[in-house]
């Protein structure tokens, strides 16, 4: 298993996932001249990450690399299986995160693509906030009372929160405005494999844990 991703961009999320599955793979990070080499292009002609590649050839896209892994490790308890409990309701998070959450960063970090006036990007960036406070705001609400985004074990759901999360503190109303998010974070910033992947990367988790006490 190969993945080709990028220190701290969404697909943070599926090297953490196979960190959570411990088989042997093997990630490449790319710069963005290497994204658009002629050699990676032949595997995403979109030229972004992730993508990853097995047996079964390329994937691009984070939501199907990480139902390709949950269904290809069954024993890795990263995902309910097919006819599982639980099963439709990752459907749903992924594809919220996907399709909603992560779109809502492009015009904070690259409001050029959505105004050509330098002068109104400074409102583009705050609409692409405001924006991000209403998605985190219904991941808080379904939180409340759970350990994880699927419950009491964590999955690639909480995985691919992790990243984009992770881009709003530094935000008007950081993340850590965001009680039960921000608790998800703090416990995923602390896991062992996390930590790995932050290390590979040679990127530091976006919170800081020597504020954390044990229970």
């Known amino acids: 298993m190969k993945l ?11 090297h953490i996932v196979l960190e959570w599955i411990g088989k042997p ?14 050699e990676y292009l032949k595997l995403n002609p979109q030229g972004v990450v992730p993508t990853f590649v ?25 995902g309910p299986a097919t006819g599982e409990a639980g ?12 399709a909603t959450l992560h779109p809502f960063f492009w015009p904070y970090f690259m409001p050029g693509r959505y105004h050509a006036d330098e002068a109104q990007h400074g ?18 609400q379904h939180l409340e009372g759970k350990d994880w985004m699927l419950g009491d074990k964590k999955s690639v759901v909480d995985a691919f929160l992790y990243p984009m999360a992770g881009w709003a503190y530094g935000f008007d109303k950081p993340t850590s ?11 995923l910033a ?3 494999a996390v930590q790995a992947v932050h290390a ?11 504020q954390d006490t044990a229970a």
């Open 177 to 187: 405005a965001y009680p039960n998010v921000d608790r998800v974070i703090r416990q």
């Open 123 to 140: 409102a583009v960036r705050q609409a692409a906030q405001e924006r991000v406070d209403v998605a985190l705001t219904v991941i808080d």
């Open 87 to 98: 099963r439709d309701e990752m459907y749903q998070w992924l594809a919220y995160l996907s």
């Open 4 to 14: 080709y991703s990028a220190p701290g961009t969404c697909a943070t999320a599926m």
């Open 25 to 38: 793979y093997e990630v490449e990070h790319l710069d963005f001249a290497g994204m658009k080499s002629p």
């Open 54 to 78: 097995d047996q079964d050839g390329p994937l691009a896209e984070g939501l199907a690399i990480l139902l390709r892994l949950v269904d290809q490790n069954p024993e890795a308890g990263v």
């Open 200 to 210: 590979a990367q040679g990127t530091k988790a976006k919170v800081d844990l020597s």
């Open 190 to 192: 602390a896991d062992p």
